[in-house]
């Protein structure tokens, strides 16, 4: 490497330049968290939604699915399951089928991936598909491109 | 060896080598369940086994770098470990975290975060884990001598600690989650453990290319610089769906570009090295493993990283095969084989044996990496056939992973190829060589 860089110059500018870098990435953050607390006042997690995300997380789903892109890639992707149920159109019919579907599993179909069974009480159902539904009202920017997920 | 504290590392070796076959074993299980679906489905469900899989992983990594620093820093700051005594503490506890998180994961006890399921308590031991280690090895640096790769390496893991506490946080809305979430998993590998990668790397290159040591740390502080001034706006990658401002799809985009530069330079200054040093070491598979190391790290990071990175084809690929490709190969390249390397630069040393069992751990290498390479093959296309059928046309996604049964099937022979290589790799670590063992019985004379 050339010579006229030294050791401690070099040292120094790694310091130096760290600091700038982090100090710009903890500012776009900063300004990110707060548009996401604007949305959040038209779009609030209510303590439904947050209850719902605390029933997601007890039995790691995020472990067989993904949530907006991430997570596991063994099951269907659940950011926008809410969608892909019609709940836009018929918000009953879509949270009555996604609370069966749950209740219905293992599907037990031969040389199909399963979905395992979870107990989970009647209004914990009602909160999972509220935090699905919030979840599938998230500005993503249009992704996923298609409602397959 | 010059530094008896330095023994300790021989438990963390030991641990990690141990915690690297249960990881690969868990890996087939969850290979086998994806193309033979009924397969445990009951006993073991996908998510149970793809959690021990991902922190038997994880744990075994951060063990090899505790173990790794063991090794390095007396021998950096010429003198003893500061407490050998609490650092054997340290390794009992962390295993004993460690499996009873597995124990745990078994009887569905565990948190709902993807890499981050330890439950509270464990995630406590884990901080207290790395608090005794990092004063351990602070100590040690402040009482000895202060060299660029010390300074660096403890850089690193003091990183790896404060941004793991970011995984005690966990807020109810789902974007901040994933906001902060990121700030772990991507700001350790893109991020602080690179700096312990590249600082591995220049302790190595010293060691068995005899360059001087001026040289290799101007490398090391560029190569860390090119690390950090891209990888940490390089998070942005991750910021593109998930309910932030739309920015940061230029920000990502143009930095996590970036972020191919450092593994392009640690491929260069190893081969540099090499080329330079003109030393003609005796473990020739240490230095095999330290060039494969900057090499696959650049495959795995920099050029399957950049497969995908850019908004337009991330919009695409995202949270598809193409991700699990990447991921792999990855994690591979840049931090297991690192931390191998390191392992069987120092095993030798630690055992007082010379490097005998060279050639096996050479095959081990030449295996394990057919087979994860074979693997991110599999994995890749599986991914572009996935994007086009599922993001382009729309087909459900049950319906595409019918699609994609070959490449599943091949990707679980690829992993049954890596589970061979990797019993050679240890086999040839622990094992004594059959040479020394002769030797050995020809010199002590019979009592
Ligand atoms: C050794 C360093 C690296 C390791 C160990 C690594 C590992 C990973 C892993 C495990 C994931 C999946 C995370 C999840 O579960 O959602 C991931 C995602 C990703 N990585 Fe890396 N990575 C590294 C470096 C890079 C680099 C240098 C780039 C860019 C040039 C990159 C680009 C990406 C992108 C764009 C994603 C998101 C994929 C998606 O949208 O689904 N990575 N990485
Ligand atoms: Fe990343």
């Known amino acids: 490497m050339s010579e006229t860089l030294t050791k401690s110059a070099a040292r120094n500018i790694f310091y130096g330049g760290t600091a700038f870098f982090f100090v710009i990435f903890v500012g776009l953050v900063a300004h990110s968290v707060s548009t996401v607390n604007e949305m959040a006042i038209n779009h609030p997690v209510t303590p439904s939604v947050a209850r719902g995300k605390e029933v997601w997380e007890k039995h790691a789903c995020i472990d067989c699915h993904t949530i907006m892109g991430e997570g596991a890639y063994f099951a269907p992707e659940l950011g926008n399951v809410w969608v892909r149920y019609g709940g836009r159109d018929d918000a009953a019919g879509a949270r009555e089928s996604l609370k069966l579907w749950v209740k219905n599993q293992p599907s037990g179909i031969e040389g199909r991936r399963q979905m395992p069974h979870f107990d989970i009480s009647e209004p914990d159902l009602d909160a999972l598909v509220d935090f699905f539904k919030w979840t599938s009202e998230v500005n993503t920017q249009n992704w996923p491109p298609k409602v397959s997920g | ?447």
Not at chain 2, 50 to 72: C, D, E, K, P, Q
Not at chain 2, 264 to 290: D, Q, Y
Not at chain 2, 350 to 369: A, C, D, H, V
Request: charged share 10%; aromatic share 16%.
């Open chain 2, 1 to 447: 060896m010059k530094y008896e504290s330095q023994k300790v590392a021989l438990y963390y070796i030991a641990g990690a080598l141990g915690l690297f076959v249960a990881q690969i074993l868990f890996g087939l299980v969850i290979g086998t369940i994806v193309v033979v679906p009924n397969f445990l489905s009951e006993l073991l469900p996908f998510n149970i086994a793809r959690m021990i899989h991902t922190n038997a992983l994880i744990v075994w990594l951060l063990m090899g770098f505790f173990g790794s620093a063991y090794y390095l820093i007396p021998e950096e700051a010429e003198t003893e470990l500061y407490s050998p005594k609490l650092a054997i503490i340290q390794f009992w506890l962390f295993l004993f975290g460690a499996a009873a998180a597995v124990v745990g994961y078994l009887f569905h006890i565990h948190e709902g975060r993807e890499f981050l399921e330890q439950p509270l308590w464990i995630k406590l031991v884990i901080v207290v884990v790395a608090l005794m280690f990092l004063f351990n090895v602070s100590m040690t640096v402040l009482k000895g001598r202060k060299t660029a790769i010390t300074n660096v390496l403890l850089l690193g893991l003091w990183g790896i600690a404060v941004f793991f506490l970011f995984s005690l946080y966990n807020p109810s809305n789902l974007i901040l989650d994933k906001v902060f979430w990121w700030w772990v998993v991507h700001l350790w590998v893109e991020g602080v453990w690179e700096l312990v990668m590249a600082s591995i790397l220049a302790f190595l290159m010293i060691k068995l290319t005899g360059i001087d040591r001026e040289v290799v740390e101007k490398w090391l502080y560029v190569i860390i610089g090119l690390a950090l001034f891209s990888g940490i706006l390089g998070t942005g990658h991750h910021y593109y769906w998930i309910g932030l401002p739309a920015y940061w799809q230029w920000i990502g985009s143009v930095f996590s570009t970036l972020e191919v530069a450092p593994f392009f330079a640690m491929v260069v200054f190893t081969f540099m090295m090499v080329w330079k040093g003109g030393r003609s070491h005796a473990n020739k598979a240490a230095l095999l493993w330290s060039l494969g190391c900057s090499v696959f790290a650049f495959f795995g990071a920099g050029v399957w990283g950049f497969l995908h990175t850019l908004a337009p084809v991330n919009y695409i690929t995202h949270g598809t095969q193409v991700t699990a490709a990447h991921g792999h190969l990855a994690f591979y390249g840049a931090y297991v084989m690192i931390n191998i390397a390191m392992f069987t630069y120092a095993m030798p040393n630690l055992l007082k044996r010379e490097p005998y069992n060279q050639i096996l751990n050479m095959w081990g290498f030449w295996i394990t990496s057919s087979g994860v390479t074979f693997m991110t093959f599999a994995l890749t296309f599986a991914g572009v056939v996935q994007s086009h059928l599922q993001r382009v046309l729309g087909m459900g996604f049950m319906e595409v992973q019918e699609q994609l049964g070959l490449f599943y099937w091949m990707r679980l022979g690829a992993g049954v190829v890596t589970f061979v290589g990797v019993v050679l790799i240890v086999w040839s670590l622990v094992v004594p060589g059959r040479a020394k063992a002769a030797a050995r019985a020809a010199i002590q004379p019979a009592e």
